[in-house]
Nanobody, 122 residues
């Protein structure tokens, strides 16, 4: 079965850092672009960052560029999101996702994890 399992979320103060992980299994990880999305209560799910199959390209939303870094370890089927200088507006459920297509549009993603909660207090 396809599985994407996020971890690393938590409650932190503004200015802090977190490293989110997503462990993938049940599909050919190296054949998929990977992305991180987030959804705050009452808001639409939004793309955060995505990374190509061999890490040759990555894209970030404007709100996180410079603070977030997406990476992947294909040898271990793991996706990461390093988050620095957290802001209260980063509070959301963070989801990892896998897609054969390229982009930050949720509709193109084939597989999704269950999410990990990030809560940032001021």
């Amino acid at each position: 079965q396809v599985q994407l399992v996020e971890s690393g979320g938590g409650s932190v103060q503004a200015g802090g850092s977190l490293r989110l992980s997503c462990a993938a299994s049940g599909f050919t990880f190296t054949a998929y672009n990977m992305g991180w999305f987030r959804q705050a209560p009452g808001k639409e799910r939004q793309g955060v960052a995505c990374i190509s199959t061999r890490s040759t390209n990555s894209v970030y939303s404007a709100s996180v560029k410079g603070r977030f870094t997406i990476s992947r370890d294909n040898a271990n089927n793991t996706l990461y999101l390093q988050i620095n200088n957290l802001k209260p507006e980063d509070t959301a459920m963070y989801y990892c996702a896998a897609a054969r297509r390229w982009g930050l549009i949720a509709e193109i993603y084939d597989y999704w994890g269950q999410g990990t909660q990030v809560t940032v207090s001021s």
